[in-house]
């Protein structure tokens, strides 16, 4: 037996195989029906020729020529594989693996004879379309392949059970590099704007539809008429309304059926059961029961024997004293009323609003016991600031600016200060070992001995992210890191800021979305942390409103508190980047280095942001604007403006100032992402400008309310 067959039916005790040549499948349907005396099928040759009965394997790679043992990826599997080609773009694919490192490292791992590697998972269900991740690497997944080691060149690096698929390497795809829109899960689990995407580019129409008409029919907040009205919009914007469009005739058919489609999905949620369900019991309520309810309650309920239980000892609960309030220890509070002793707060922006300047100016604060932004500092604390990103090169530099623009020295910090860079002293808390989160007992034991040593009061750690290897969507994953350095505030006494990155949504509109639902990955990171703030970009309305000059809203970052559980919510404030030249020109670089510094500036916010800051106020507008008739028109002038949709629930007598308020409204929605500005053409042809929601942020923040 040669040891190409010997290798595959070692490999199809797990997976199927079949035998390649050159990457491509090595025998045509004429020669498999050949070896095996049997006919295969059409459509049933390449891949899906793979088996794992090993009689088979046998008489297919002892064929002349097969040297190769491919194993289809998809269902047959349950595999997926990121098939990476660096010899296409070394240095650039290279990057992009660092950067994704730890998504990829801690999965079963080959090497390929071009130079490349094979990070192999296990199928997420649903996963519909295999997109390109980035030039250079792709995902092999339904109707895919991959050649296997026992092949030649092809090696195994990491010899372990494939991990989960981790869905975060598809939620920063652009456009240019997706070949085809990417669906999570099935279409019954797809967002409004993925079905929407479907119809429109035909990827998909009936089942589309179909699922839109039932959501729209259980949600309650449509009219059946109204429903129809949009998916007969939503199938106008197809592709396919082309009369040259490939498919169609296939819009012809279904477009005519869409009352029929909503009048279904109504009366299937009026009727679960049918829709003669409700004349059904009434009629059985009328004859003789066929049980007897309260028997079945009293015998369930009253004389159900106990199942035996262990012995456990009850806890007997003392009455209530209160105390002496006037007497009683207040909270330790470190920073404003931010950060406080013995429990984790968190800071919440995208990337370029300054977040780490931030917290370096408010490391300083801390170990001078000064409040160079405005916040309280109690007295001096001793500061350790840890950055997983930059080199401490960079972060002396930095540091050392922002010393020189608030005319601080070394004896103003008193060896309060310590600063560490991840790339010299690296800190892993968690990873997943064996397919499970499990923390790293070593590191934290360094991290906590590194704390209690220096007798820290405060520690900074940027980016959260940097300090853990563990799905950043999963709950349970998170909530194991943050239960750990809670932990540690608790037993040590100390304040633990987090510093963490937002959500794709919200790095787009600048982190506008004003709210503790844009931290990026798992709800347990807000659920687990004492105080929470975000940092954002004002609207133009907040700015012409503070009286700072136009385009003021790309220079000014505001801090807002979104989650307080144990202080009064923070008044608004803000900073600006003020740059500072470090004078360490070269002859080869002469105009030196340059240094952002956070710098406090005075927020004046009125009786207009409060209203379009406040969440509930929000939440009313976006429900208010989907009862409004359409088109959605956006010049005030218009007769239908949208605007009017939400005037009467301002507060306000003078119409005009409700005008006002219900302008500066629809910019913020606009802000958010929430509605969209577009072109609509109008009866008489013209086209005219008109606001779209976004289905998908719409959403979102109408799940708020339930929270």
Not at 513 to 533: I, K, L, N, P, T
Request: with cysteine; aromatic share 6%; hydrophobic share 40%.
């Amino acid at each position: 037996m040669s040891d190409v067959i010997e290798t595959a039916l070692e490999v199809a005790k797990q997976y199927p195989v079949f035998p390649t040549r050159n990457k491509k499948p090595a025998l045509s349907n004429r020669d498999v029906e050949q070896i095996l005396g049997r006919d295969i099928g059409h459509g049933e040759g390449g891949f899906k020729m793979a088996t794992i009965d090993p009689h088979i394997i046998e008489k297919l790679f002892d064929a002349a020529g097969v040297d190769e043992i491919a194993v289809p990826m998809g269902p047959m599997s349950g595999l997926i594989c990121v098939d990476v080609d660096s010899y296409k773009d070394a240095d650039g694919i290279g990057q992009w693996v660092a950067d994704n490192a730890r998504l990829l490292e801690g999965t079963l791992t080959h090497t390929t004879r071009s130079g490349g590697a094979h990070y192999i998972f296990r199928m997420p269900e649903g996963l519909r379309h295999m997109p390109t991740l980035r030039p250079g690497v792709d995902l092999k997944g339904n109707g895919g392949y991959i050649c296997w080691p026992g092949t030649p060149g092809y090696e195994v690096v990491n010899d372990v059970e494939p991990l989960p698929f981790p869905m975060e390497l598809l939620s920063d795809l652009g456009g240019e590099h997706t070949a085809n829109p990417v669906t999570s899960t099935g279409w019954n689990n797809a967002t409004d704007a993925e079905l929407i995407a479907a119809i429109h580019s035909t990827e998909e129409l009936y089942p589309a539809l179909r699922t839109l008409a039932w959501r729209m029919a259980g949600e309650r907040a449509y009219t059946e008429a109204q429903a129809v009205e949009i998916l007969d919009g939503i199938m106008d914007e197809s592709a396919a309304s082309s009369p040259d469009h490939s498919r169609h005739e296939d819009w012809l058919e279904r477009k005519p059926k869409i009352p029929e489609l909503v009048a279904s999905a109504w009366e299937k949620h009026l009727y679960p059961l049918g829709p003669m369900s409700d004349m059904a019991l009434a009629a059985l309520a009328d004859e003789i029961p066929m049980f007897d309810v309260e028997a079945m309650l009293h015998n369930t309920l009253v004389q159900a024997p106990k199942l035996p239980g262990p012995e456990v000892e009850a806890v007997k609960p003392v009455p209530f004293e209160p105390i002496d309030l006037k007497t009683s220890m207040p909270r330790q509070w470190l920073y404003g009323h931010h950060l406080i002793k013995g429990f984790v707060s968190g800071t919440v922006a995208p990337g370029g609003t300054g977040k780490s300047s931030l917290a370096m100016v408010e490391a300083l604060a801390m170990a001078a016991g000064k409040p160079l932004l405005g916040d309280e500092v109690y007295c001096p604390l001793r500061v350790l600031y840890w950055c997983g990103e930059d080199p401490m090169d960079e972060l002396a530099k930095r540091f050392s600016a922002a010393m020189e623009f608030y005319g601080l020295t070394k004896a103003d910090l008193g060896e309060r200060l310590f600063v560490l860079s991840g790339r010299e002293l690296p800190i892993t808390l968690a990873k997943r070992e064996q397919q499970e989160a499990q923390l790293c007992e070593a590191d934290l034991v360094r991290l906590n001995n590194t704390l209690r040593d220096c007798e820290i009061d405060v520690v900074f750690i940027d980016p959260f992210i940097s300090v853990h290897r563990i799905s950043e969507n999963s709950n349970e994953d998170i909530n194991l890191v943050l239960e750990a350095l809670r932990k540690i505030a608790d037993e040590e006494g100390i304040g633990i800021e987090l510093v963490h990155h937002s959500t794709k949504e919200a790095r787009r509109s600048g982190g506008k979305v004003m709210g503790a639902e844009q931290a990026r990955g798992a709800s347990a990171f807000v659920d687990a942390a004492r105080s929470v703030r975000v940092l954002s970009h004002p609207t133009k309305t907040e700015v012409a409103e503070a009286g700072w000059p136009v385009g003021a809203e790309n220079d000014i970052v505001k801090i807002r508190a979104v989650k307080g559980n144990m202080s009064r919510r923070g008044n608004m404030t803000s900073f600006r980047m003020e740059s500072v030249k470090l004078d360490n020109g070269t002859e080869m670089h002469p105009a030196g280095d340059e240094v952002g510094v956070a710098v406090q500036v005075e927020f004046k916010a009125g009786a207009l942001s409060d209203y379009i800051d406040d969440i509930f106020n929000k939440i009313s507008a976006v429900q208010r604007i989907m009862e409004f008739p359409k088109p959605w028109r956006s010049h005030r002038q218009a007769d239908d403006w949208l605007g009017t949709a939400i005037l009467a629930d301002i507060d306000v007598e003078d119409e005009r100032t409700k005008a006002i308020y219900a302008k500066a409204m629809l910019e913020r929605l606009v802000d958010d992402e929430i509605l969209l500005e577009i072109e609509v053409k109008m009866r008489n042809g013209k086209s005219r400008p008109c606001y779209k929601l976004d289905e998908a942020n719409a959403s979102r923040l109408l799940k708020l309310f339930d929270q």
